[in-house]
């Protein structure tokens, strides 16, 4: 066959899409004619080419582009009505943005009217015990408040609004078991590996719970980022888990393993031992 | 799709998490140029926003974001007039797993690629890097199935000549930094 021939079939043949015969044809006149077989080189070693990944900086002018239309958008939309204003007011308050205004306005009330209180109510020793009461509830209720923010902020689009969410966990000193799983959630499936490595930082300080210690160790065989694995692997050296060496041994068979983080693995379990 | 079509913001945020490096990739393998390339795809996302209502529900979405993705640089160069080349700076990020031997291959490939007239280089970077099937590639460009096959087997056949012909000047370069260590310039060799 004729290398005309052969180039009507070759883009098929290089995508894989050829019946066997005509597949057959093409590899007995490559294997025969220079030219045509470096074309089918050439196409393969395009592959060498790396897929580049755009700057960080990307997604958030991205954020910041939807965010201008659709200010620009509801600007737009309100200018007459009064109706979809109050509309686009009530969207605000539910938005994150919205939602820990609210949060920040409740407990600024709430810290008035309980520092108020205790000044009058302080003299009294008779209601004192019922009034710490009070004061320990809307504590309680304050706490409870923060939790929902943070939970409600890890669900967003924005990494960098999920990345707040994490650093707002990591004022409490004791964590709710809610908070704690969706930190873990968020530490194996967020799609940013910034979000991960801090919800491991956050997770970090409560090695001593059960629950995120288990999450923690869990998550090492799904992580694909070479820098959360390594990260992984010193928490639990430092952690001294007693499966961590077993764990370990286990993901250094992973196949396709980064050097680095296999070193790193190797390294950890020569400390264990 | 259709909930971006409707007007519902976030989800405009996934197709962003699935496009935006696929369609910086396109752009970067056409220009090599970083910065507009990302200037382009951001172009593309408010595109989509602008003009949502013209995407037709149950049509391929992968062909009208690639058709955007064109008119996108057909529209930057026809206000901004192209002077760009090749430069060096441009050349691919080179990953470290890479031996020596091969970031010299993969550096010769990408220039071989730039030096092909864009239509050519744009019908390889469609087929070779975005995936899309021939077929695809002949409705975004407005032609037939073989003419699309043509043309991608004559794009592969300048790249092959590009490539051996950098190859080939390459040669003698490689050797050069190690001579010019023990030889002395050839204008004094002259005078000797």
Redesign the interface.
Known sequence: MKCEEI??L???YL?GSLKAEQDELVEKHIAECA?CR??V???K??S????????A???A???E??QA??TGRNDRATAGVERAKSASLWNWLRSPVGAVAWSAALLIIGIFSGVSAGNYWGNKPTRSNANQEEIAAMHAELANMKQVVVLSMLQQ??ASERLQAVSYSRREDQLDPQVMSALVHTLRYD?SVDVRLAALDALSRHGAQPQVHKGVVDALQEQQSPLVQVALIDLMVEWRDPDAAQRLRNFVQTPNLNPTVKQRADWALSKLN | MLEVRNGT??T??VL??RY??PL??FY??LTGD?TL??DL??EV??RI?KYRQSYQPGTPFRAWIYQIARNARVDHYRKTPRHIMFEPEMA????PKDSAQ?SE??AL??RA?MQMPEEKREI?VL???QEL??DEIARLLGCELGT???R??RA??E??QN??QLERGLAPREAGPAVVKTIPPRRFGNEV
């Open positions: 180039g009507e070759l883009p098929d995508q030219d470096e074309d080189v050439i196409w070693k395009l060498l080419l790396p897929v580049e990944q755009p700057s900086a990307s997604r002018r991205f954020e582009m939807l239309y659709q689009q924005s799609g | 913001g976030e405009l945020g962003f998490d935006h490096a910086y990739n970067s393998k970083r390339s990302e795809v951001q996302f408010l926003l691919p990020v080179v990953m091969q291959e993969t490939l990408h690629l390889l087929s070779r890097f099937k021939y699309v096959k043509t991608i087997h592969i056949q790249l092959r490539f051996k």
